[in-house]
């Protein structure tokens, strides 16, 4: 029978596409509804009734972009260039900076504090290279895998498709790599330094900078092809 | 006019004015629906009956329909009415053709200053 073969290119289609599995399932719903009545009522060959319904590449192709048209993206489709394409980069920059600032912040409210930071025998013999570690996950491994995390949220309901949620990802990892920090830890209290650089060929730190958004990309973009489809829910007449 | 069987939206903004009206005489599920049309237009419009659905749903994400689960014939159906924004949307799309229509019958005809431009 050619209904659940039919019906199933249909739902792949429409999850590669993005679209939300509950609308999937009520789609899919209706089209089985409609290949049955038109089975009973009209025809028995079931190739008969596909041709009348639509092959499964057109049907799902028009509800692909009728659903993007219900979207604010699917309305402005250049915005999908600047929020996907353009403000992922722009935002991981900002975002690093501002935790650059902000614990630069945090150091001098500690030194105000009389907390003593600045000096190697304030911070008990810590090693730099630990120290670099700790502020690439605060500057950068932890802010991407956020950025990452929001962007592919926003594209997932927008249901625009993983080519652009798999842009946004790249976008944040490209930024996300290029930070890297030096610090020399001198004897003298204040004569410490914190140099913050942007560069390739990348390091090990900055790999794992990178390796991280791409991470939660990648989750996203498989988790995307793997989701359970829940029931519908329509309220019911009385 | 015959439009081709598988383009989804047939006649641009045709498809919404079709279903606002033939749903504003009485709530319809898909098939039904699909049935009036066909029966309305005595089959000059053809097109991808499944794709239907997806113009359904996005009128009643714009809030011109609203979709309930009923029981027809002892089957359970999403059957589709018109909302009053519907309704609104339904009155202006209709003046709008009968306004188009009547404009490119007139330039079929000749015009006021024109020549007949189909023999």
Redesign the interface.
Known sequence: MAKRPWLEAIGRRLLAGGLPPA?IR??T???A??FD??TEDVMSKDAEVV?????AD??A???I???E??TFFGRHPSAKFLVFGVSPMVAMFLVFVSACLGIVAVGAIFERCGVCLSGKGCLGGVDPAFLGWGFSVITTIVPAALLTFFYCRIAGQSAIGKKWMSASCIMVAFVAMLPFHRILLSEVPGKSIWTIGLGVPPSLLQCVQLSIPLAVGLWFVCRGGKRSLPEER????A | MTTK??N??FLNGVPELLILSLLTRRPM???EL?QAIRRSTDGTLE?????I???L??LE??KLLR????TVGG?S???YGVTSRGEKRLAGSAAGWRKIAAAVEQTLQGGEHGEAALA
């Open positions: 609308y009520r789609l719903n209706e089209l509804d409609h009545d038109l041709s009348r319904l639509g092959e057109q049907v192709d028009a509800a972009a009728a659903y048209r219900r329509l309220p019911t007449a | 069987r598988t989804p939206d599920y898909g098939y699909v097109f991808g009956e499944g794709c659905y997806p113009i749903h996005r994400a714009d979709a309930s689960r009923e089957r159906r999403v059957v």
